[in-house]
């Protein structure tokens, strides 16, 4: 029998909708498989040392300077589009290399950035559009300068040792953040920047760091008095927090979540290094002036 005109069919009315396909894998999944491949490979390096940390490393600050350069400038684009639109942001990957080898390249870094910014920063666009010039200026201050130094501290005396430490120390502090925020967080942090950081969540996360790199410090047997260790140890854990907040701070400017989907269930190598870039060069400096 013919359907009355304008009346829905009701086979159609009865049919389920279709079926969402589910998830392969779910976010929790994802995290572990990527840590699983990238912590063995992370500490293997670590601990040759040498070319193969430094080609590590330089890797880290290729991908992660084109993380920063996409997220300021093509957010809704795919990330190869940087490499055609800002060709500058391979250097902080030669100079985290270079490091290695002469530690000059972070001079050649820092005139690179201060020449970019100058374009970046004239009063016409006579060098073309300014933000490119900008972001590519910063990007190697924020990552390239950072990542040569973390090369350089690998490569001082004892460079293993530091490196263990000051990365340890580091997860410890975003540790015990976050358990002391979860348990006791009362009193927002910095919420227009990150609304889930509390000042119980942060003191927490102080004392960890703390009582971390003195324990390190124990453990790897560096021959470094607790005297001469506070000087890092009372002020890394405020700048590893700091470093989170900025990277955050970052993100919300720029209007994405993450800073890519590089490291499944990570987010991108950014979101992983947002305290490491801060910690580990101050950490160089430290060893420089108090222990070496």
Sequence with gaps: MEQDAGLPDP????APPPA?????????QLRLMTASIGLPLLV?????????????????????????????????????????????????????????????????????????AGAGYAPSNIFGPRKPWRVQAWSLLYVGVP????????????GRKWVFLGILATFAVDTGAYATGRLFGRHLLAPKVS??????????GYVAGVAAAFALNALFDTGVPASTLAHFALVFPV????????????????????????????????DRLDSVVVVLPFLYLFLQVRVL
């Design 11 to 14: 086979r159609l009315a009865a």
């Design 20 to 28: 969402t396909k589910p998830a392969r894998f779910s976010n929790l």
């Design 44 to 116: 293997a390096v670590i601990w040759v040392g040498g070319w193969p940390f430094a080609v590590v490393a330089a890797a880290i600050a290729l991908l992660a300077a084109a993380e920063f350069t996409h997220g300021w400038l093509l957010p809704t684009l795919p990330i190869r589009y940087v490499f055609a639109q800002a060709p500058l942001f391979g250097a902080s990957g030669l100079m985290t290399l270079g490091a290695h080898g002469d530690e000059r390249y972070i001079l050649a870094g820092l005139l690179l950035a201060a020449l970019a």
């Design 147 to 158: 990542m040569a130094m973390i090369v350089l501290t690998r490569d001082v005396e004892q």
């Design 195 to 204: 609304p889930k950081k509390t000042w119980e969540g942060a003191i927490g």
């Design 239 to 270: 700048l590893s927090q700091l470093g989170d907040l900025f990277e955050s701070w970052m993100k919300r400017r720029m209007g994405i979540k993450d800073s890519s989907g590089l490291l499944p269930g990570h987010g991108g190598f950014l």
